[in-house]
């Protein structure tokens, strides 16, 4: 067992259940033991060894002031670093640790990204547990933000709205109740969703009591009770997170003024895949260009561009707050003058928000509160390029309303009388603070350069004084102040000189006046430290009293950036401003998908989907532009949903409650998962998702299987979303076979994507028209690919016959292989066997045993009666074409005459008979 000091350690480190300990031992963090091989391995630390009473421990170590940086990038990495502090005892000094710092409570981040920490509960978790919890599948999350002090709080329906919303915020951070914690599947599913981390807290913390009162204290009992968070599962793990931030001692409780609650209603369901699908804020690929978020980003402020990224995922329901906004828009976009001058303006403003849990936490420095001092002193500036040009009385000024202007100008008023233009970085060594600021300190400084004067002039006179000529006065820290005197002159000192050293060249002196002096500005710098640390530590606080009025300013200037951002992209691209209505519909002239179009000559299509026409059904050629199509429909109903332009000519858009769609994702199989499956679920969940209000976007179902697995499923997903869900869809296949759908049920309708065929090369027009495809293009494709002709010819063959539900005959391999069959189809040698795919079983079954092809063989083309001429696999090895199969001349004749029978005009007894004439002439031929 260690003791001294690394026992002290060990036992601090078994208190906590962080990954990581620092403990402070004098003007340094130390790591030791496992910790001290772990941050020398992740940071590059030199590792030394510590003797303990006969033992020796690996220690690392960082001096005080440069601790953050390490913190920060163990935290980065994913660990929990707790951080233990010295404090000054009677006896001595003890340790102890005095925060946590985790994903979610980091507050020094590199990025200007919101970093969310997140706590889930499930319904049945914690105390009290309803037995009705078991079945039903509520979540309740909350959602800190403790670098802006953002809180939000809902409730999730079900498993896939919980991935939803925690795919949406991303949290660095994810807090599970004690229900959650133990359900490995959905725990493995937030992982794999999600790039924070999952920590265990004290599940007392989600118990109902508890956590009530937590947010109560928090946010004031009438504020908790009003903001309409009457779900108990929202308000438990809204208390977890408070406890998390309080427990960890990130300090910024303070700065978490309010609490927002979100409910079903308010925000378009966008799932997790469907996010991923549209690449909204990542392409499919992982990176962040080419996303729409970033194609549309202008913003100029950190703030701005976190709201714009929130109003990009979370598009909003209510037509009213979108045609505010719409409003203001357009006002921005028309206005290019004045909105360059807002922005011009909104780019020198800091991130308020963060300012604000800065100041809260205690971490601001003079400089930070600098940044909140011309931050606000850009107030004046914002609302005059508002209200002072051809913004004033637009939709824009609302957005100003509200703004406690007064309070704003009183604060920066104190902070431009208190701060001193260049300070310090260290807060205790004086300053940090103006002149005229405070008396007392005037006072100090006063005598503080006075004495420091008595100093610098010292030297001065002592060689008047004693005709002395090498003389110097200094400082350093083991000697104090003293008096520098030339080895030559060393003996003409006065006698009041005190030697205390001597160098090669020269003897150092004091005097009782000058140790005197000395203790003095020593006291003086104490006391002036002493007292601009605590003048500043005031003005820090009234600061974080103000957090409230720091995050308005601030949620003002995210919001006129955001804004400006939308209008300067609608003004730079020709994009129009959606007419957003309550019908079912949406109807674009000229759209655009708003991505694509920044790299491409694109060419722009109309849609229409409205109550007769509800349902798309999408053909055309691989590479046709079938996805972009239909992913630009999607887009242009999420921007207008977002409160933006849209890439169009002209454009209505009926609001829906939800977008969904399923795309063939090539990274699931990378992922190597069932991609079947994954495709299944997926469509399950948009058919038990979707409403009459949803728009659906399907980009092929069920390719993953058999091709009439394949085209019944897709087949009964159609008649199910337009008979019953009715959602407004759009279906792109390549199941040709769908498109007979528009002919039997009525709002279904085709549409394709047109390709000019001539002299057997495709050129893609890019333009949607009605109607179907007149052939499928998959083959063309593998031309195009390469694949060698024969190959080709045959599987146009092949097609034809399956597309007839005829037989095909199926070629037996020839000797030798590829190379001596040369690839020709008519090569000698190989067996051929006629085969039926067979509709039931969806696969291929060879002629021994076709007897279902023989039920159904109705076929009026008489070559492909199976039962005549298919009976046993042709011997005689020439692989002919299913239409050069020879049939024998008596049985054509007989059938020729069979088809030439006028029934109507022949007598019963007549046809008898020569049916049965028939029947002996075949029966001869066998
Ligand atoms: P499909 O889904 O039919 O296989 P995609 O939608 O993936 O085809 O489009 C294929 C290519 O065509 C993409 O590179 C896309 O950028 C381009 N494209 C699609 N639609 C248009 C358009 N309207 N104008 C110009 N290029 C387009």
Redesign the pocket.
């Known amino acids: 067992m260690a003791t001294g000091i690394v026992g002290e350690f060990l036992d601090l480190k078994a208190e906590t259940d962080a990954d990581v300990l620092a403990m402070q031992c004098g003007d340094f963090y130390e790591f030791f033991a496992d910790d001290a091989e772990l941050v020398a391995d992740e940071l590059d630390l030199t590792v030394s060894q510590k003797s303990s009473h006969g033992s020796s421990y690996p220690m690392a170590g960082v001096p005080l002031s440069e601790l953050t940086p390490y913190v920060k990038a163990l935290v980065e990495r994913g660990y929990r670093v707790a951080v233990a502090d010295q404090y000054e005892t009677d006896d001595g000094h003890a340790r102890e640790i005095t925060r946590v710092v985790t994903p979610g409570t980091l507050l020094e981040t590199a990025d200007d990204d919101a970093r969310y920490l997140a706590a889930v509960v499930r319904e049945g978790d914690g105390g009290g547990a309803s037995a009705a919890g078991e079945a039903s599948g509520s979540y309740g999350l909350a959602l800190a933000d403790v670098t802006t002090g953002r809180f939000l709080v809902t409730e999730a329906g079900d498993e896939s709205d919980l991935r939803a919303e925690l795919y949406r915020f991303d949290p660095a951070e994810v807090l599970p109740g004690p229900r959650v914690r133990n359900d490995d599947r959905l725990l493995g599913a937030v992982r794999e969703d999600l790039s924070g981390s999952v920590s265990v807290f004290d599940a007392e913390a989600f118990a109902p009591g508890r956590a009530k009162h937590a947010v109560r204290e928090q946010f004031g009992r009438e504020t908790a009770d009003s903001v309409g968070v009457d779900s108990d599962l929202a308000l438990r793990a809204a208390g977890a997170v408070l406890g998390y931030v309080a427990e960890t001692g990130a300090g910024v409780l303070a700065s978490m003024t309010r609490l927002t609650a979100y409910g079903d209603g308010d925000h378009v369901d966008v799932d997790a895949t469907t996010q991923r699908n549209l690449e909204l804020t990542e392409t499919m690929r992982g990176d962040g260009e080419g996303s729409l978020f970033e194609t549309i980003d202008h913003t100029v402020t950190a703030a701005g561009g976190r709201l714009l990224r929130e109003w990009v995922t979370r598009p909003r329901r209510d037509r009213a707050a979108l045609d505010r906004r719409l409003d203001a828009v357009e006002a921005l976009a028309a206005a290019a003058l004045a909105r360059d001058r807002l922005r011009e303006t909104l780019g020198e403003a800091y991130d308020l928000e963060r300012l604000a849990a800065r100041a809260t936490s205690g971490s601001a420095g003079a400089r930070e509160l600098l940044s909140v001092r011309d931050t606000l002193a850009l107030v004046p500036a914002m609302l005059d390029a508002v209200e002072g040009t051809a913004l004033a009385d637009s939709p824009v000024a609302a957005v100003l309303e509200g703004l406690d202007r007064d309070r704003a100008r009183a604060l920066h008023g104190e902070l431009a009388d208190a701060l001193a233009d260049d300070p310090p970085k260290a807060k205790t060594q004086g300053g940090l603070l103006r002149k005229g600021y405070d008396d007392e300190l005037d006072g100090l400084i006063a005598s503080h350069e006075e004495a420091s004067e008595w100093l610098d002039t010292l030297a001065e006179r002592e060689k008047r004084q004693y005709g002395l000529s090498h003389v110097t006065v200094d400082r350093n820290k083991t000697d104090g102040y003293y008096i520098q005197v030339g080895k030559s002159v060393a003996d003409q000192v006065p006698e009041h000189y005190r030697e205390i050293k001597t160098l090669k060249n020269s003897k150092r002196f004091v005097t009782d006046e000058l140790a005197e002096r000395e203790r003095e500005v020593l006291r003086l710098e104490e006391a002036r430290g002493e007292l601009e640390y605590e003048l500043f530590e005031e003005l820090r606080e009234r600061v974080a009293d103000d957090a409230e009025l720091l995050q308005d300013v601030g949620r003002v200037v995210a919001e006129m950036d955001a804004l400006a951002s939308l209008a300067t992209h609608a003004a730079g691209n020709d994009w129009t401003r959606p007419e957003l209505t309550d019908e079912r519909r949406l109807d674009v002239e000229a759209g655009?998908?708003p991505v694509?179009?920044r790299?491409?000559?694109?060419?722009?299509?109309d849609l229409r989907l409205d109550a007769e026409r509800g349902f798309l059904i999408?053909t055309?050629?691989?590479?046709?532009?079938?996805?972009?199509?239909?992913?630009?429909a999607a887009l242009i109903q999420l921007l207008a949903q977002a409160g933006s332009f849209v890439p169009a000519r002209a454009a209505t858009v009926g609001l829906v409650d939800g977008i969904y769609t399923r795309v063939g994702a090539l990274d699931e199989l990378a992922q190597g998962r069932s991609t079947f499956m994954v495709e299944m679920q997926e469509l399950s969940n948009i058919l038990h998702s979707a409403s009459a209000d949803s728009l659906v976007i399907l980009?092929e179902v069920g390719r993953g299987t058999a091709t009439y697995d394949g085209i019944s499923i897709a087949w009964a997903a159609t008649e199910y979303l337009h008979n019953e869900v009715r959602a407004r869809t759009l279906f792109?296949t390549h199941y040709h076979e769908l498109t007979t759908l528009a002919d039997h049920l009525p709002r279904v309708a085709n549409v394709h994507?047109a390709v000019d065929e001539r002299d057997g090369e495709v050129t893609?027009l890019?333009?949607?028209r009605d109607g179907p495809t007149n052939r499928s293009y998959g083959v063309h494709v593998a031309d195009l690919a390469g694949v060698p002709a024969p190959v080709v010819s045959r599987a146009d063959e092949v097609l034809d016959r399956l597309r007839e539900e005829k037989a095909i005959e199926a070629r037996g391999s020839r000797s030798g292989g590829r190379e001596a069959g040369g690839g020709g189809a008519d090569g000698a040698g190989g067996g051929t066997e006629q085969v039926v795919f067979d509709l039931s079983s969806g696969s291929f079954a060879g002629d021994g045993d076709a007897g279902p092809a023989e039920a159904d063989g109705e076929g009026t083309d008489p070559t492909d009666g199976p039962s005549r001429t298919g009976g046993e696999p042709t011997t005689d090895g020439v692989a002919a074409s299913p239409e050069a199969e020879p049939l024998d001349p008596e049985t054509r004749a007989v059938l020729d005459e069979l088809s030439d029978v006028d029934v109507a005009a022949t007598a019963p007894v007549e046809l008898l008979a020569r049916v049965q004439e028939w029947q002996e002439r075949l029966d001869g031929d066998r």
């Open positions: 655009r998908h694509v179009e790299t491409t000559d694109f060419v722009p299509n999408v055309g050629p691989n590479m046709s532009g079938k996805s972009t199509y239909m992913r630009q980009d792109a994507v893609f890019r333009t949607v």
